[in-house]
């Protein structure tokens, strides 16, 4: 199968400046802790992504989702809306692991490039492009069952920096005592933008 292209669009698409990791934040080989035990993406859940990422060099990380029979969507193939969401976790993982600014998901597109079979794993590379005040830039790309495998999938999306009590007002109250890695603290978050 060709590597397939699609029509080329400015990314970031407005001026951006360079980001600038927290101080703190994980160096290259440090395995992450899923961020939230309940959350679909990296947690403990029943059929969930169960993924799990680690810094690498240059400010990628690097995130692994094993596809298994509960992600199907096609017969033995994964499910387009739960690889988006594999996106979705390992974007955000970046995000919030290097800028340590609390974000969310505003937009998220990707390009469906290689159907992706059960029993595969996908390894998706994913970088901070670029950050213009709140708004935070970032893409990966999705290999199939090795770092340099076959390309499968690529996605961009924008993130939007939040505070903090959009987490509180929003969903859980007490959703961020739930956190179970660091930081744990308000003061642990880099907020102004
Ligand atoms: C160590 C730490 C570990 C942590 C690890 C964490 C891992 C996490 C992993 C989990 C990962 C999973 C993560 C998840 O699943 S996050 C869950 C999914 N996402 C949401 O639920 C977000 C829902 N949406 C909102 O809450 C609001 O709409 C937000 C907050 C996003 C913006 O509402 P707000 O009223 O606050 O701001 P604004 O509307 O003035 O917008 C601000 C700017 O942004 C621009 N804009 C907004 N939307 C779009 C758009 N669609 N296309 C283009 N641009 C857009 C907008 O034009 C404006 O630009 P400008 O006019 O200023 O130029």
């Not at 699609?6 to 360079?18: G, I, K, L, Q, Y």
């Not at 679909?40 to 400010?59: A, E, I, K, Y």
């Not at 159907?115 to 950050?131: K, M, N, Q, S, Y």
């Amino acid at each position: 199968m060709s590597e397939k292209r699609r029509p080329a669009t400015p990314w970031p698409p407005v001026e951006t400046e360079a980001p600038r990791f927290h101080p703190e934040a994980p160096g290259p080989g440090t395995e992450l802790a899923m961020h939230y035990a309940e959350c679909f993406g990296c947690g403990d859940v029943d059929n969930g992504l169960h993924m799990r990422s680690t810094v690498g060099d240059g400010g990628v990380v690097y995130s692994k989702f094993p596809v298994t029979r509960a992600h199907q969507g096609a017969p033995g193939l994964a499910h387009g809306g739960l690889l988006a969401c594999a996106f979705d976790e390992a974007l955000g993982s970046a995000v919030g692991n290097l800028l340590r600014r609390p974000a969310v998901t505003g937009k998220l597109e990707t390009d469906f490039l290689r159907p992706v079979p059960v029993g595969t794993t996908l390894f998706i590379a994913a970088r901070v492009d670029g950050v213009a005040g709140r708004k935070i830039y970032a893409s990966a790309d999705g290999h199939l069952d090795s770092a340099d495998g076959p390309v499968a999938l690529r996605a961009r999306g924008l993130f939007v920096q939040v505070g903090l009590e959009h987490f509180t007002n929003h969903g859980d109250p007490d959703a961020l005592s739930k956190f179970t890695q660091q930081p744990r603290r308000r003061e642990d978050w880099d907020i102004n933008p």
